[in-house]
């Protein structure tokens, strides 16, 4: 079991402070993590290739290709915004 002056001296490194009752239940909770990290290091994992995710994700990207604009339908979406100068739809200033 964690002690409490290793109880105090964590808290410190963490400017935190706490009454006497709540580093005693740091204490136990503290104790009680690593008493189950001490359990996982008995895990035989021989042979378990290591692993970040437990699903083998892949990044999907796309070909970034050039493709031909429809200058049609751009002016046609242009035209259905409320307030527009030229082929630029105008908006609020963000700044």
């Given at each position: 079991m964690i002690d409490i002056?290793?109880?105090k001296h964590i808290?410190?490194?963490?400017?935190?402070?706490f009454t006497e009752?709540?580093?005693?239940?740091f204490q136990k909770d503290l104790s009680a993590?690593?008493?189950y990290v001490d359990k996982l290091k008995e895990i035989n994992i021989d042979g378990v290739s290591p692993t970040?995710?437990?699903?083998?994700?892949?990044?999907i990207t796309r070909i970034d290709e050039v493709k031909e604009?429809?200058?049609e339908l751009a002016?046609?979406?242009i035209n259905l915004a409320p307030h527009k100068?030229?082929?630029f739809i105008k908006v609020k200033p963000v700044f």
């Amino acid at each position: 079991m964690i002690d409490i002056e290793q109880v105090k001296h964590i808290a410190e490194l963490a400017r935190m402070s706490f009454t006497e009752k709540e580093l005693e239940k740091f204490q136990k909770d503290l104790s009680a993590i690593l008493d189950y990290v001490d359990k996982l290091k008995e895990i035989n994992i021989d042979g378990v290739s290591p692993t970040s995710h437990s699903i083998d994700l892949k990044n999907i990207t796309r070909i970034d290709e050039v493709k031909e604009s429809d200058d049609e339908l751009a002016d046609d979406l242009i035209n259905l915004a409320p307030h527009k100068k030229g082929r630029f739809i105008k908006v609020k200033p963000v700044f």
